[in-house]
């Protein structure tokens, strides 16, 4: 079951907002409970309210098949939006979409999954940040290429992965940029050099990881059968890994 957009969302709007810097955990400016998933299509400007499941979309584990609280149509745009827990798995993106200012209190099953099947979709997720993913912050079951820039994420498992063992496999891309990491956590990006994806990153500052146990990018050998895919290495190697050694920054 779903519910549409409110009244207030307005028409599709896909001009790429400017770049704000990186501030810190807004304060929501109320709460709504969410029983149905929110479809957008145009622009939903959630105005910083706190959004979270009740009902059906009670849920916050990592159970899969879990709807979201938002779906976003083809070239939807979802700003200024406070996800809150129990978040079930967050937002979908049907094709390409604008995630623009929202904040994860407590990541549930993914923060947002990105399946659009053409190679030309784009998503955006720009300024906002997440906290709490036991797992996979974004993950990216279609094809195209997300990029994350103005970001911030603590406590996380995966802050990017390329779908494994999806059973239908595309060639992704991912380009992180202007993002603050603060550990705990495994993996910034992992991708899947046997299809061809690729990972570019760029002002990456990461916090309280003394002894470097994050990795930054990780290729494996995916497959399209379910089965666990086979990590290959980590570590810049100007093909599926692209960024430098000033790319990252520890503090």
């Not at 959630?46 to 879990?66: F, I, V």
């Not at 998503?123 to 996979?136: F, N, R």
Request: proline share 4%.
């Amino acid at each position: 079951m779903t519910a549409p957009a409110s009244p207030s969302a307005t028409a599709s709007a896909s001009a790429t907002p400017s770049s704000p810097a990186l501030t810190g955990w807004p304060t929501a400016t109320g709460s709504k409970a969410v029983s149905a998933t929110i479809e957008v299509s145009g622009t939903y400007d959630g105005g910083l309210a706190r959004h979270y499941g009740s009902g059906d979309l009670g849920g916050d584990g990592q159970d899969e098949g879990q709807d979201p609280i938002f779906k976003l149509a083809d070239g939807a745009v979802l700003k200024n939006v406070v996800l809150g827990s129990p978040a079930a798995d967050g937002i979908h993106c049907s094709g390409s979409c604008t995630l623009q200012n929202v904040w994860w209190e407590n990541v549930g099953e993914d923060a947002a999954t990105f399946k659009g099947k053409s190679s030309s979709a784009t998503y955006l997720v720009q300024g906002g940040g997440a906290k709490g993913a036991d797992d996979k912050v974004f993950q990216h079951n279609g094809a195209g290429t997300l990029t994350i820039k103005d970001f911030q994420v603590e406590d996380f498992g995966k802050l990017y992965r390329s779908c494994g063992n999806c059973g239908t496999q595309y060639e992704r891309h991912v380009v992180i940029d202007n993002v603050v990491v603060t550990s705990p956590g495994k993996v910034l990006a992992g991708i899947n050099s046997n299809y061809g994806d690729t990972a570019t990153l760029s002002n990456v500052t990461v916090v309280g990881d003394d002894d470097r146990d994050i990795t930054i990018c990780e290729r494996f050998q995916g497959n399209d059968d379910g089965d666990e895919p086979t990590a290959l290495g980590s570590g810049p190697d100007g093909t599926f890994c692209r960024y430098g050694t000033s790319d990252i920054t520890y503090e």
